[in-house]
């Protein structure tokens, strides 16, 4: 059981460079979501998921996009990458508030983008 | 809006107890969450609390006093692989159900 797995792991780019980062879970959990973490701030959620085909903006979206195409894949997006969107990002997945219970999130490894 | 306040670092000595603090601002709150993450790594869940009181498991403990806006995690019999940071996150129905997580406190734990 893989959980969350991100790719790549790491990557640099130059400014002005487009990239996507994809995240994949196989617990089949409804909800997915992408974050930054960046020293001293925490983590910052940058889009959201609450479902397949679905998509919707967090605290920091300006200059990332996402797509759900399908339920176990969510997919970010740097149209053109700028040297503040340099950080550790974080795909997580986990299910709603239903009857499951309030469930926790679950992370993948992080990807390590470098943007000069 | 939200606001999640912890110290940015802490210290103890192995063998030890260390409690690491969490207060948050948030309308709709819907459970309060810690997670350790070890640097360079990603974030593990904990524990839950959604009720006042204390939630036990093993060596660490959670309590939530919703009036007051405060949490802890409590963690006993150090061991030099506590050494991590520790993060609080709220979710909120006011918030989409997401989280919103606090900066973290770096634990260290010496011997």
């Known amino acids: 059981n893989a959980g969350v797995t991100q790719t790549p792991k790491f990557r640099v780019l130059k400014t002005g460079q487009s990239m996507t980062l994809l995240c994949a879970q196989d617990?089949?959990?409804?909800?997915m979501y992408w974050y930054r973490q960046d020293p001293g701030m925490g983590l910052r959620l940058i889009h959201y998921?609450?479902?397949?085909?679905?998509?919707a903006k967090g605290e920091v979206p300006d200059g990332y996009n996402v797509s759900r195409l399908k339920k176990q894949n969510f997919l970010l997006g740097l149209e053109s990458a700028a040297p503040s969107q340099t950080s550790v990002y974080f795909c997580?997945?986990?299910?709603?508030?239903?009857?499951?219970?309030?469930?926790?999130?679950?992370f993948g490894d992080g990807t390590r983008l470098s943007i000069l | 809006g939200q606001n999640i306040d912890q110290p940015t670092e802490m210290t103890a000595t192995e063998g030890a107890i260390v409690q690491i603090n969490c207060t948050y601002q948030?309308?709709?709150?819907?459970?309060l969450f810690w997670y350790q993450q070890h640097a360079g790594e990603a974030p593990t869940f904990l524990s839950y609390?959604?009720?006042?009181g204390l939630e036990e498991k093993g060596r660490f403990s959670s309590f939530l006093s919703r009036s007051k806006g405060y949490s802890y995690l409590l963690l006993k019999e150090l061991q030099m692989k506590d050494s991590a940071s520790y993060l609080c996150?709220?979710?909120?129905?006011?918030?989409?159900?997401?989280?919103?997580f606090g900066p973290g406190t770096r634990l260290s734990v010496l011997p």
């Open positions: 997580a997945s986990g299910t709603g508030t239903g009857a499951g219970g309030n469930q926790p999130q679950h």
């Open positions: 617990m089949n959990h409804e909800y």
């Open positions: 998921s609450v479902g397949e085909g679905t998509t």
């Open positions: 948030t309308s709709g709150f819907n459970g």
């Open positions: 609390n959604v009720l006042d």
């Open positions: 996150a709220v979710r909120s129905y006011n918030y989409g159900q997401n989280f919103v």
